[in-house]
């Protein structure tokens, strides 16, 4: 039998009360909130798991397939009838990237077909949290507006172009370290974590299988170019934390260094069990192309996906997991975060981009009749369920925020 001393037993007695407060306020709202899957939580580290504890944002970002499983159940009465688009697929504020010339809704890890509600009730409920993280709470309702009006902006008119948000133009003149090749190489070295022999085989030769598919469209990369330098784990993110991810420096156009470039390969995520998303079944790398080249506006060096790639030890139904996909990194890349919002004002910027990138790429671009029709069916759609996008995206997120505080007291 287990002793427990008086302020061991006190602790004990807390946390018990507070886990049982909160299953007893959770059955009393009657819906489960978006928890982080048991695979997720198992390849968790022990830093990532104090970041989901501390940040609710954090927490928001880490269980995207959760929040669309309630997203499909939620609306599974009318999806049958809505627009087939492409999605982004956890479209959120803190996925708002720029580089010097180039800016908007960034990384595609989770881009797959299906409603415009996917991604419209996901960028809601990042705009949510992120109002309640800064106090901006009263300010929520009119900062819903602003993503509806520039999603109808971009709906109705796919080349429209609105000028970078001024946030954007600030941070870019506020960057301390200039944003240099070196500095990315450095970054890329430090970031970089052992792998086995057996897996820098493997890789080599998935990267000169990718190569022959980027050769392609780019016949400029010469023989060495992707040579391999050096390659290593890449232990980075918060909602792909928990996906395998690698850094690969090759040789680049020259044997000089200091032109290398820097590759990330990344193992695809799983959607198995969302019913409301249609994914490619031969080559679901594809879907992240697709997304990428549609939506997606910083324009990559390289991006390529197949099926090469094969690492030992990663296996899936006793075969090794083949899903990889490629893209280069880019110096002058950097990723929003909440803590660069210095008002409202900010956040309004970046809503209504984000808005407008979503609304025009969620459609092909193009004349053809069809595709007009489709867009009016979507403007039709979005005029009709805007009201219930936001309750419910609202709900969630209170469900959401009792999920957080459940992991917290464990």
């Not at 695979?39 to 944002?57: C, H, N, V, W, Y």
């Not at 705009?127 to 509806?148: G, H, T, Y």
């Not at 085989?201 to 299988?209: C, P, S, T």
Request: proline share 7%; with cysteine.
């Amino acid at each position: 039998m287990t002793h427990l001393t008086g302020s061991c037993r006190l602790a004990h007695y807390a946390l018990a009360f507070v886990t049982t407060f909160v299953a007893v306020i959770g059955a009393a709202y009657g819906a489960d909130p978006p928890r982080p899957e048991t695979q997720s939580i198992e390849r968790a580290t022990p830093e990532l798991m104090k970041k989901l504890r501390a940040d609710p944002f954090d927490y928001f970002r880490f269980v995207n397939r959760p929040w669309i499983a309630r997203v499909c159940d939620a609306f599974g009465a009318e999806i049958p009838d809505l627009p087939v688009v492409h999605l982004h697929g956890d479209p959120h504020v803190e996925q708002f990237a720029f580089t010097q010339d180039s800016w908007g809704l960034d990384d595609f890890d989770d881009s797959a077909r299906g409603p415009a509600l996917i991604d419209i009730v996901r960028f809601l409920g990042s705009i949510d949290v992120a109002a309640r993280e800064r106090s901006w709470e009263k300010d929520r309702d009119v900062l819903f507006d602003r993503f509806f009006e520039g999603y109808r902006r971009g709906l109705a008119d796919p080349g429209y172009a609105p000028g970078p948000p001024e946030i954007v133009l600030r941070l870019r003149g506020d960057a301390k370290v200039p944003a240099t090749r070196a500095s990315l190489l450095a970054w890329g070295e430090s970031k970089m974590q052992p792998m086995a022999d057996v897996t820098v085989k493997n890789l080599l030769a998935g990267v000169e299988a990718f190569a022959a598919i980027l050769r392609r469209e780019h016949p400029e990369f010469g023989p060495g170019y992707f040579r391999v330098v050096r390659a290593g784990w890449l232990n980075i993110g918060i909602g792909s934390a928990v996906n395998p991810k690698i850094l690969v420096r090759v040789q680049g156009p020259t044997d000089d260094p200091a032109d290398d470039e820097l590759l990330e390969v990344k193992k695809i995520a799983e959607f198995d069990g969302l019913g409301c998303l249609e994914t490619p079944a031969l080559q679901p790398t594809l879907r992240i192309i697709d997304g990428s080249k549609q939506i997606g506006r910083l324009k990559r060096k390289m991006l390529a996906a197949g099926p090469e790639l094969v690492i030992p030890g990663l296996a899936a139904g006793g075969q090794h997991v083949r899903e990889w996909w490629l893209q280069s990194l880019e110096p002058s890349y950097r990723l929003l975060h909440l803590t660069d919002l210095r008002s409202v004002g900010d956040l309004s910027g970046i809503i209504y981009d984000s808005g407008v990138q979503l609304g025009a790429g969620h459609l092909p671009e193009g004349s053809a009749p069809q595709e007009s029709s489709e867009r009016k069916q979507a403007l039709t759609a979005t005029a009709t369920f805007e009201k219930r996008y936001r309750a419910e995206a609202s709900k969630l997120v209170d469900d959401l925020l009792r999920g957080w505080r459940e992991l917290g007291a464990r």
